[in-house]
Every structure is written in structure tokens, then in C-alpha cells.
């Protein structure tokens, strides 16, 4: 009999092993030739050491099953423990739009022409412009490429950050330490990243840096190498704070800009470092411009004749 010691550190032990073991007890009923037990992040397995093998080959697969996926029910498991070599991964639906699964398997796609445009120009391009009305999934779709890159071992880090423009930047005049006085103005991205990694997935990147969002006055100085890199809100940003952010790119970087032309919040719109970014770097080989419109808008039918409405009195203007 030999016996192995496995650390389990790709996957939370509940998540692999379930509450009060109910997951364990699948493996044991499926593996009866080896003895394991379970003990936060450690597995020993005990058994002929050919036995030990297959259990540790079907173990990976299953762990690759929840870095997929991003789920692993008792049914999930009971599937995999009994089939070979599953189509697509528990027969879902894998398409040319998936971007990746969230949480709970929910499958987040590039869901009209525009965005499916971002996703290809993302892949061909380290600089991409995203350009388009609110609600037209410019930003969610841009956050769910760099949780799917950093997923993939593409990069290191993912990067988020936004003008705190309603501010002017000088956030000592709001209450609070200093995260409750930016954490407003990032919201809509921790919202998104809680659709797509698990919180307590997602606040352990946080804590160790693997995932870091800060408003845009963070950004001087830094070299972001080995990052996926979002700026949000950028029609809120001067021009040197263009510049600046634009010139944080290092190597095996990739930076997405995203914004609205139409809702600068700037004293003056022609100041803002966005429209000026894509009337000057427009032809450089590298950099891509997705505009998006209204008909990208997937929020409630209203938005999108709201946003049309803003848009002609903007045209008349």
C-alpha cells in the first residue's frame, strides 16, 4: 500500500470536497480501491499506487472542470466521475459568443455584433478603444476578457480604473477612509467582477494584488507589466491624465479604454483626454476603435430610446 499527500490550492476545498464532505463522499464511492481523507487543504490518498494515479488524473480533470466552468455541483461531479471524456464539458453549450462561465456555470457572451467586434479586436490588438452609450456592455464585456485572460494564465493581474472626476480627483473632502472614499465611483466594477469570479475568490485577489482597482490619480508612476489593464469612464479624463494612463503600458500588456463621448463631465467636452486619444492615435498600427451604439444596448427596452433621444439633441447641439 502507498500512501500520497496532495495540497489543494487551485480550488476551495468546500467547492471540491462540498459541505461536511458530501462531495468527498462521491469520490470515495467512485474510487473504493483507495482510502481518502480530507483535511482543509491537504487530501491524503491511500491505496495500490496504480489506484493512486487514476484517482489523481480524474482529480485534475475535475478541478479543470471548475477553472472552466467556474462550478462543481454534485451532479457535475457525478458526471465526470463516470464519464471519460465529456463533450464541451457537461454538455454545455459552448459557442463562438462565450466569453467565459460565471458564477454558478452562468455563461457570459459577447451578446450583439459590436461586442462580438470588441472581443476579436481585444485579440488582435494591445490597445483597444471601446466606445459607445450606456448599457451597450462596453465595460462588462471588456472586464469579462480580462477575467478570462488572468483565468487562462494570459496575464498576471487585472488592472481597473476610473476618473474620479465628480470629485475633481481631490478626494480628501469626502468622508471616510480612504477606501469609502473612492469605492462609490468604482462600483459598477466590483459589480461586474462579482458576476464572474466568487467573492471569496475575488477578495483574496484583491488582498494579494492580483486583481487591484483604483481611481485613475493611482496610476502615476506605475509600469503595469504582465496586466490586464481597463480604464473606465475615460471621456472623464483630461488630457494629460490620457497620456499619463496610456504611457503605464508595459510589455505583455493589454490595455482597454472604454467611455462615452456623449457624457463628459468635464468643466469643457473638447478637453476630454478620450475624444482627443481617438483623434490622434486613430491610425497606429496595435490600436483598435469598437464603437458601439444603441443597437448594443441590453439593459431595459426604455435605455435604449432614452439614449437615442440624448444622442439627437447632442447631434443638434
Known amino acids: 500500500m502507498s500512501e500520497k499527500i496532495l495540497h489543494i490550492e487551485a480550488i476551495d476545498p468546500i467547492e471540491l470536497m462540498g459541505i461536511n464532505n458530501s462531495k468527498l463522499d462521491i469520490f470515495k464511492r467512485a474510487f473504493p480501491k483507495v482510502q481518502l481523507i480530507s483535511r482543509?487543504?491537504?487530501?491524503?490518498i491511500i491505496g495500490e499506487e496504480n489506484s493512486i494515479l487514476e484517482f489523481e488524473e480524474k482529480l485534475t480533470e475535475v478541478i479543470g472542470f471548475f477553472d472552466r466552468f467556474n462550478r462543481l455541483s454534485d451532479d457535475d461531479l457525478l458526471e465526470l466521475l463516470n464519464a471519460s471524456n465529456l463533450k464541451n464539458g457537461d454538455g454545455l453549450q459552448v459557442t463562438d459568443d462565450l466569453i467565459l462561465f460565471g458564477n454558478n456555470g452562468k455563461p457570459i457572451r459577447a451578446l450583439t455584433v459590436n461586442q462580438k467586434l470588441l472581443v476579436t479586436e481585444s485579440?488582435?490588438?494591445?490597445?483597444?478603444?471601446?466606445i459607445g452609450p450606456a448599457g451597450s456592455g462596453k465595460t462588462y464585456t471588456a472586464i469579462a476578457l480580462a477575467v478570462r485572460a488572468l483565468r487562462n494564465r494570459e496575464v498576471k493581474r487585472i488592472v481597473l480604473s476610473r476618473p474620479a472626476v465628480e470629485a475633481g480627483e481631490r478626494l480628501g473632502f469626502l468622508p471616510g477612509d480612504m477606501k469609502e472614499k473612492i469605492d462609490p465611483y468604482l462600483q459598477p466594477l466590483y459589480d461586474a467582477l462579482?458576476?464572474?469570479?466568487?467573492?471569496?475568490?475575488?477578495e483574496t485577489y484583491i488582498e494579494e494584488g492580483i486583481v487591484q482597482i483604483a481611481p485613475l490619480a493611482f496610476m502615476r508612476g506605475r509600469t503595469l507589466d504582465n496586466a490586464f489593464v481597463i480604464l473606465d469612464e475615460a471621456q472623464n479624463t483630461t488630457l494629460l491624465q490620457m497620456k499619463m494612463f496610456l504611457t503605464r503600458m508595459g510589455t505583455y500588456s493589454k490595455f482597454i479604454v472604454t467611455g462615452d463621448v456623449t457624457q463628459v463631465d468635464l468643466p469643457k467636452p473638447q478637453d476630454s483626454g478620450l475624444i482627443h486619444a481617438l483623434r490622434i492615435l486613430d491610425k497606429i498600427e496595435g490600436i483598435s476603435i469598437v464603437e458601439l451604439n444603441e443597437t448594443d444596448i441590453v439593459r431595459h427596452k426604455l435605455v435604449k430610446?432614452?439614449?437615442k433621444a440624448y444622442a439627437q439633441q447632442?447631434?443638434?447641439?
Open 40 to 44: 482543509g487543504h491537504e487530501l491524503k
Open 123 to 130: 485579440a488582435k490588438n494591445d490597445l483597444l478603444f471601446a
Open 194 to 202: 462579482h458576476d464572474m469570479i466568487p467573492a471569496k475568490k475575488l
Open 305 to 307: 430610446e432614452i439614449v
Open 314 to 317: 447632442y447631434n443638434q447641439q
